[in-house]
């Protein structure tokens, strides 16, 4: 059984506020640079850190939940698709398989990987409602 940390209430405060911080300023960095009317008018994004075994640290107070919920299957699965040792510093993985972690073709998810000193230590995910991402019908949303 692997050891586990013991942390103090008040730093455990101190990292969790911090990490929170982290998540809100990537959601408030999409909100600021989208041109997608679902994304800086709607809200429809997501930003959250994960651990380097894909577990949930911590998620924007204004993501939109159900994102968080998607990327808590997309992390893990990008990690089983590519693998840890494969990883490089850099490296961003974009997935918007209905299929495996998402709702429709439309909802991409990004996910960095996060490195200190070679190590690899965690995971970025960034998701966002795209208007358009191609297809043969506008918005990308075809019935047929």
Known sequence: MAEQMKIDPITFEVLRNAFAAVSNEM??????????????EGRDFSGSLYDRHGKLVSQG????????????LTVPEVIRAIGLEAMKPGDIYMINDPYVASTHCNDIHQVKPIFHEGNLIGFTTSTAHWSDVGGVAPGSLNAR
């Open 61 to 72: 107070e204004f993501d939109l939940p159900a994102f968080v919920g998607l990327t808590m």
């Open 27 to 40: 959601a408030l960095i999409v909100a600021k640079t989208a041109y997608s009317t679902p994304i800086n």
